[in-house]
């Protein structure tokens, strides 16, 4: 009997070190366990001015997807990681922004100044045949 409530605590430790492991990659490495969806057509790239940001809605949720003066795109969650207020694209700062808190980070996503404590989440921007995708 003792042998197997040690098994039982054993068992109680290690998914308590599974959920610790799933914890820090959730909340500390953004776009990590995400599930990989169908990617979702958003328009052709010529309808995407370069040094330019848009919000986009999918399925309900804002994406901000900008592009960039090289002609690159990036896409990133448009909610601000401080208190979830929507994140616009500044030209005159190349940063993104969010008015509510005066938060800002740079093209890449991370948080470089203000209160939000973390990066954006970052999406995968698919160009196939003149067209914009993103993986979500």
């Not at 010529?46 to 399925?59: L, Q, S, Y």
């Not at 500044?90 to 991370?110: N, T, V, Y």
Request: some cysteine; aromatic content about 12%.
């Amino acid at each position: 009997m003792i042998r197997s409530r040690r098994k039982f605590l054993e068992g109680i430790v290690k998914l308590g070190i599974i959920g610790a492991f799933y914890s820090f990659f959730k909340i500390f490495v953004p776009g990590t366990l995400k599930s990989q969806e169908k990617p979702i057509k958003i328009g052709k790239v010529d309808e995407f001015k370069p040094d330019t940001g848009k919000i986009i809605r999918i399925d309900k949720k804002p994406v901000l997807l900008l592009r960039l003066e090289n002609g690159e795109f990036r896409a990133f969650s448009g909610f601000c990681t401080h208190k979830n207020c929507i994140v616009q694209y500044r030209s005159d700062m190349k940063a993104i922004w969010c008015a509510c808190h005066k938060g800002k980070f740079d093209l890449e996503g991370k948080n470089i100044e203000g209160p939000p404590p973390r990066p954006l989440d970052r999406f995968r921007v698919i160009i196939e045949k003149g067209e914009v995708y993103i993986a979500m």
